[in-house]
């Protein structure tokens, strides 16, 4: 697998402090992760668009959008348009995968499918070859600080062993409790993208959270 991402979610940051709590991980983040909820898709709500098109002037990292919403077709184009690097919708939100994914390469961004806890990963496999990262969750989506569940991983190696017999290049990300003693198993099944909330932005020294997270994934 490639070199680790780590993608700090800033859900588990002060939101009335978010251009300087990215700034704190400029530098050693990967990506930024930003999980847009909208308590229809998830039972929580939290930031959308005009968060992500300020936030993107505040820092040069990368943002990893992360829709957690109904009728992503309506929305994801325009935070490719604001500048996200990846924009990852839920496949189960989403009646046509490869068209949305089509429209964000076109729209200048990298396309993400999301798998939720309930959802197997079997039937997207063949869309793989239209995705530049897969999202699987190791919760269920809606809230941060949730336990990690192992028996996810089995979509992690699902995947890892399609993209290897197609030849594949795509990211294979993991979100929800990951942290310094769950990030090993995710990266021995293939996961090579990671991210993380409260294991970054609960530690009292979030860009050492980072350094230790990525050593321990690339082990
Ligand atoms: C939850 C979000 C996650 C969340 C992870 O639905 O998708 O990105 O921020 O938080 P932790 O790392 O605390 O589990
Ligand atoms: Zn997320």
């Not at 930024?32 to 040069?60: E, Q, W, Y």
């Not at 990893?64 to 184009?77: E, G, K, S």
């Not at 993991?174 to 942290?179: C, K, L, P, Q, S």
């Amino acid at each position: 697998t490639a070199s680790p991402i780590i993608a700090p979610s800033i859900l588990a940051s002060d939101f009335s402090r978010l251009a300087e709590e990215v700034q704190a991980i400029e530098g050693t983040a990967d990506w930024v992760h930003v999980d847009v909820m909208d308590n229809h898709f998830v039972p929580n709500l939290t930031i959308g668009l005009p968060v992500v098109t300020s936030l993107r002037k505040a820092t040069s990292i990368p943002f990893d959008v992360h829709l957690m919403i109904t009728d992503p077709q309506r929305w994801a184009p325009a935070y490719a348009e604001a500048g996200a690097y990846n924009v990852t919708f839920h496949a189960e939100a989403c009646d046509d995968p490869v068209a949305l994914a089509k429209t964000l390469r076109a729209a200048g961004s990298k396309a993400g499918l999301a798998i939720d806890r309930d959802t197997p990963v079997e039937p997207y496999l063949e869309l793989l070859p239209y995705l530049d990262t897969i999202l699987i969750m190791t919760i269920k989506a809606g809230f941060g600080g949730q336990a990690f569940m192992p028996e996810m991983l089995d979509k992690v190696r699902d995947v890892r062993r399609r993209a290897q017999i197609n030849d594949l290049e795509i990211r294979i990300e993991v979100d929800g409790g990951i942290a310094a003693d769950t990030i090993e198993r995710a990266a021995e099944a293939g996961a090579d993208a990671f991210v993380a909330g409260t294991a970054v932005y609960g530690a009292a020294d979030p860009a050492e959270a980072i350094r230790k997270l990525r050593a321990l994934a690339a082990a």
